[in-house]
């Protein structure tokens, strides 16, 4: 049984963030897929599946420290 995949493979986020988006650093792509994840929308994945919001859910300093950890993917 595989499981199912439910979103991006994050293991190299911190250098695909770099690259993503021109113009954006990979700390602002990150936290802004976070904040607000149908801004950047790969094709692999549908954009009604990510219709949810995470910024009520985090305090700035919840945020603060997952985008850190996730810069750290690299």
Not at 33 to 54: F, W
Not at 61 to 70: A, H, K, P, S
Request: contains cysteine; proline residues 7%.
């Amino acid at each position: 049984n595989t499981p199912s995949k439910k979103g991006p493979d994050l293991t190299r986020i911190a250098l695909t963030g770099e690259n993503r988006v021109l113009d954006m650093t990979a700390q602002e792509y990150i936290t802004t897929s976070i904040l607000i994840p149908n801004a950047h929308v790969i094709e692999a994945y549908n954009p009604t599946i990510l219709g949810y919001h995470c910024g009520p859910v985090l305090s700035v300093r919840e945020l603060d420290e997952v985008v850190g950890y996730l810069l750290t993917l690299k």
